[in-house]
């Protein structure tokens, strides 16, 4: 056989054994929305508003990306059952990974925790006058030229 063989050949898939639900596209549609609850507020423009520091800064704070990639590959693998079930599933035949996810969790958490307290200490140390300046130690002194 060559491959002009295969250019011309027809298949007819609707003859096939697999048979899927009807409503297939609507639990598509319905998981997309439970997976990603914060995809709809993201696509909204919205006019400035004085509280857009305090949006962003509880919208940060409410990103969790590990237990996000721990939902997706649940919801990969448990496709038909309902939300918190197929959690618990995942979670009982992958318990490294789902330690791994919650300490990954747990360290991004800290460090953005660290991250909010230090930028609030300069913007503190900022406003009462305290600098900040680090010595630059030079092996060679500048000179102008």
Same mark, same amino acid.
């Given at each position: 056989?060559? *491959?002009?063989?295969?250019?011309?050949?027809?298949? &007819?898939?609707?003859?096939? *054994?697999?048979? =899927?639900?009807? *409503?297939?596209?609507e639990? %598509?549609?319905?998981?997309?929305? +439970?997976?990603?609850? =914060? %995809?709809? $507020?993201?696509?909204?423009?919205?006019?400035?508003?004085p &509280? +857009?520091? !305090?949006?962003?800064?509880?919208?940060?704070?409410?990103?969790?990306?590990?237990m996000r =990639?721990?939902n997706?590959?649940a @919801?990969?693998?448990?496709?038909?059952?309902?939300?918190? $079930?197929r959690?618990?599933?995942?979670? $009982?035949?992958?318990?490294?990974?789902?330690?791994?996810?919650?300490? !990954? $969790?747990?360290?991004? @958490? %800290?460090?953005? %925790?660290?991250l909010?307290?230090?930028?609030? !200490?300069? @913007?503190?140390?900022? #406003? #009462?006058?305290?600098? =900040?300046?680090?010595?630059?130690?030079?092996?060679?002194?500048?000179? !102008?030229?």
């Amino acid at each position: 056989m060559d *491959d002009s063989d295969y250019a011309d050949r027809q298949y &007819d898939f609707s003859k096939s *054994d697999i048979r =899927l639900p009807s *409503d297939l596209d609507e639990q %598509a549609k319905g998981l997309q929305n +439970e997976r990603d609850p =914060l %995809a709809s $507020e993201s696509d909204v423009s919205r006019s400035k508003d004085p &509280d +857009e520091l !305090g949006r962003l800064i509880s919208k940060v704070l409410r990103f969790h990306p590990f237990m996000r =990639l721990f939902n997706v590959c649940a @919801t990969s693998m448990y496709l038909d059952k309902a939300r918190g $079930e197929r959690m618990r599933l995942f979670s $009982e035949s992958h318990p490294r990974f789902r330690r791994v996810c919650m300490i !990954g $969790e747990f360290v991004f @958490t %800290a460090l953005l %925790a660290l991250l909010i307290l230090w930028a609030i !200490g300069l @913007t503190v140390m900022k #406003f #009462f006058g305290v600098n =900040l300046t680090w010595p630059i130690v030079l092996s060679v002194p500048c000179v !102008g030229r």
